[in-house]
């Protein structure tokens, strides 16, 4: 059995409807409804987006099902062409379908690191948590400076803890 939910006006309001809308609701319900409402607006919304990563998981399990899928005609088919002795077959819809051998594909297996950076091939890179530490402690680093971006306030949801979670705490 499926679970309705209710939807909230907060769920499709822009910023500037929002003030007029928690007026309206601490009137009618008062400040904790108004506090249950904001959280349900917010949990739909999280429920939401927890929907969507599942279908885009899912989806992409089947594209990659698809892409496999793909792989074994096109090898089949290859195969099957070559076994006969066919180069290129003609189709109606089609110009043509043809054999070609794909380019082996290379990859680097690292079986010593340290060997292979006292041989040389590594690359530098800055350290960016020790070089904000060094600036936050008010260290003169040449080629680097701090930028701070102010962010609007916004609402943290503290859930209420059951009863069993306030014993085990």
């Known amino acids: 059995m499926k679970l309705k939910t209710i939807q909230t006006n907060l769920e499709t309001a822009k910023a500037s409807e929002i003030p007029a809308i928690l007026d309206k609701k601490a009137e009618t319900v008062g400040a904790n409804g108004t506090a249950d409402y904001v959280f349900r607006a917010i949990d739909n919304l999280d429920s939401a987006k927890d929907r969507i990563n599942s279908a885009i998981k899912e989806l992409q399990s089947l594209k990659k099902d698809l892409d496999s899928q793909e792989d074994i005609i096109k090898e089949a088919a290859a195969k099957w062409l070559q076994d006969n002795g066919i ?49 936050l402690n008010d260290m003169a680093v040449e080629g680097a400076k701090l930028e701070v971006t102010y962010n609007q306030p916004s609402l943290k949801v503290n859930k209420r803890r059951n009863k069993q979670d306030e014993n085990h705490a």
């Open 87 to 135: 180069d290129k077959l003609n189709g109606d819809i089609i110009s043509s379908i043809s054999v070609y051998d794909k380019k082996e594909s290379i990859e680097v297996v690292v079986m010593d690191e340290e060997a292979v950076i006292n041989a040389g091939y590594f690359k530098m890179v800055i350290d960016k948590t020790a070089l904000k530490e060094a600036l």
